[in-house]
């Protein structure tokens, strides 16, 4: 051993608490719980089990698509698409299952597959052409509003079959009705929590975020990855799709036409940067929270909507500022 | 050129061409390597070293010409397949992922996974036992750092360099090579990775060192591959020539002779200018 060795009495780093603290997600998470705070003290109605319920239901269909437009701006991409897409997949699960052309469950199963089939066209443009996401997924956004008021005669699809409203029902958590449809949002979350923190295509896609050539040259197989990703978030937007279902009980053509622009506002708010390779599902769960307690809060002291909006804004130049401000730090 | 008849060659490349639309990187360049040696490639600013070693590692497909690894002809179709056959690479731009730490780093694009079914079925990775191989191997490699949680983009640029060294040298079964691994280097941690790269030699693997320093060069180097404008100019011994004399066939001031001895002067201004004349 020479003196120039420094041993290794460190492995694990700073302790869980430090961690904590200087994590990514520490400061949404403080932005949430202050603003859990300042909603508790200024409104009596606000701390219950059953608003918590209300806002987790209000939330989960942006939350979803969330996941997926987590997975694109981790790759340094962004999906302007996702709502118009969700849009898509509900009015298809909704009438084939409404008119009974097929049973519900073939139709869930055709309309997530149809969702994913979306993903994989961004994926392919985006990856093989190549073009920006941000042109793919604005072309791609037209595409599936279009198809979405052309397949649906601009007409609301009602009289579902249960299998469809399933995940709007609720089954009591203590003195709290929790729905089906926000237990599977949240299990979204921590499935894709689970897939980047602790698998191996978990690391190559933040390897991917942080450098397209670094992946490849470590090895890293980065177009089948990225196509993939594209894909996958497709998948997860038919997800949404069926939450969105269970929550209005109709098809809705209309829905989710500003949903894209609200999911980007959760990533970002959740601490996911916009230049990829850095950010986390869990954080953008965080960031839709901040949104929806927020919007819910506000709602309660009796703010107009339009200053709900107001604020969002704001909250995401901040984010978005924060976010530069400490990737320059770094340099 | 008398000594690489001797031995097989590790790699051993003829007639490479590459090119970038209009641009002829690679001129059909040849290319030895043997087993155990320190070879040393040196060239111009654009002389198309890292093309070169681009090829030679799966990171680009040449257009033309033959690669041999042991003496058999080989394709390599991606970076994965020259790491496959153990040819590991420190890419001048390191090729680390700067938000990762420094043990996923280590491992990325091969990550261990968990034994039993936690590996195979959920996929999940080994973190503790990837950061314990990783220490070992910083330890080996007599590289200090504080945390192998670290992010790599909190690193010096020193420390990220050993990051990546080490990243090669740990994984190298056959070859590691090192494009530019002193070029944003102080003194000190320029020293460290040339200790580094005896270390290297010392376990009996050859090394291609791509570098601008001469005294480096001439310091570690078993043999000197001189590049220019796309192909080798030169292959000789350091104690065969002097520094000035070296520098002079790189910029083509002079030519070396037919049996690789002394030199001829090809540009008699520059020559002069530099320094040298033959004998
Ligand atoms: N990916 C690329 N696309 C276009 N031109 C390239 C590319 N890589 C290298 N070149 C060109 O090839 C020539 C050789 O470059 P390079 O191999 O980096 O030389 P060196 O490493 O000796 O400085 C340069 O003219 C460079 O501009
Ligand atoms: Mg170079």
Redesign the pocket.
């Known amino acids: 051993m020479t003196t120039s060795t420094v041993p290794y009495g460190n492995l694990t780093g700073p302790s869980r608490l430090r961690r904590l603290a200087t994590a990514p997600i520490a400061g949404p998470l403080a932005a949430l719980v202050l603003a859990c705070a300042f909603f508790s003290l200024m409104t009596d109605q606000f701390l219950s089990g059953g608003n918590f319920s209300l806002i987790i239901q209000q939330v989960m269909v942006v939350g979803a698509l969330a996941v997926g437009q987590t997975l694109i701006i981790l790759t340094a991409g962004i999906d302007l698409s996702c709502g118009a897409v969700m849009a898509f997949g509900s009015i298809m699960i909704a009438k084939m299952a409404a008119e009974g052309t097929v049973p519900p469950l073939v139709a869930v199963a055709l309309g997530l597959a149809v969702c994913a089939g979306f993903g994989l066209l961004n994926g392919l443009l985006v990856k093989l052409i190549p073009l920006p996401p941000f042109i793919v997924t604005l072309g791609m956004l037209n595409v599936a509003f279009a198809l979405t008021h052309i397949y649906s005669n601009e007409q609301t699809v009602s009289d579902l079959p249960r299998a469809l409203t399933f995940l709007g029902e609720t089954f009591p958590l203590g003195d709290t009705d929790v729905t089906y449809g926000s237990l599977l949002a949240l299990g979204l979350f921590g499935l894709f929590a689970y897939l980047l923190s602790s698998t191996s295509w978990g690391r190559h896609v933040y390897a991917l975020g942080n450098s397209p050539e670094a992946a490849r040259l470590n090895g890293i197989r980065t177009g089948r990855l990225t196509i993939g990703l594209y894909a996958i978030a497709g998948l997860v937007y038919g997800v949404a799709a069926l939450l969105l279902i269970s929550r209005t009980g109709v098809g809705d053509p209309q829905a989710g036409q500003t949903d894209n622009l609200d999911s980007i506002t959760a990533v970002v708010l959740g601490g996911t940067s916009l230049f990829g390779g850095r950010g986390s599902v869990l954080g953008s769960l965080i960031g839709a929270l901040i949104v929806g307690v927020f919007r819910n809060g506000l709602q309660l002291m009796g703010v107009a909507s339009i200053y709900q909006t107001l604020i969002t804004g704001v909250l995401v130049i901040l984010a978005v500022t924060v976010d530069q401000i400490s990737r320059k730090r770094i340099r | 050129m008398s000594t690489a008849t001797t031995a097989t060659p590790v790699i051993q490349a003829r007639g490479l061409v ?1 090119r ?2 209009h ?4 001129d059909g360049a040849d290319f030895d390597l043997l087993p155990g040696e320190v070879l040393a490639v040196i ?12 090829a030679l590692t799966g990171a ?1 497909t040449p257009d033309e010409g033959e690669i041999r690894l042991n003496g058999e002809v080989i394709r390599f179709n991606g970076p994965q397949d020259a790491r496959a056959h153990g040819i590991e690479t420190v890419y ?1 731009d390191l090729a680390v992922a700067a938000s990762m730490d420094i043990a996923s780093n280590m491992f990325l694009g091969r990550e261990l996974l968990r034994p039993g079914p936690l590996g195979s079925v959920l996929r999940m990775v080994d973190k503790k036992r990837m950061r314990e191989e990783a220490a070992a191997h910083m330890a080996d490699l007599k590289i200090g750092l504080r945390s192998l949680t670290q992010p790599v983009e909190t690193l010096s640029g020193g420390q990220r360099q050993a990051v990546a060294v080490a990243r090669a040298v740990a994984w190298a079964r056959s070859v590691v090579v090192m ?2 691994p002193t070029a944003a280097l102080g003194v000190k941690e320029s020293g460290q990775v040339l200790d580094l790269i005896r270390r290297v030699r010392d376990k009996g693997l050859p090394v291609i060192l ?1 570098s601008h320093n001469m005294p480096h060069v001439f310091e570690i180097a078993d043999r000197i591959h001189v ?1 220019r404008m ?1 192909r080798r100019e030169a292959l000789i011994k350091p104690s065969d020539y002097s520094m000035s004399e070296v520098v002079a066939i790189m910029t083509g001031a002079l030519t070396v002779d037919g049996d690789g001895g002394g030199t001829v002067v090809a540009d008699e201004a520059a020559a002069k200018a530099a320094g040298v004349r033959p004998n």
């Open positions: 590459k970038y639309g641009v002829t990187a690679i060239g111009d600013n654009g002389a198309g070293k890292s093309s070169l070693i681009k680009v001048q494009d530019e791509i590049h796309g």
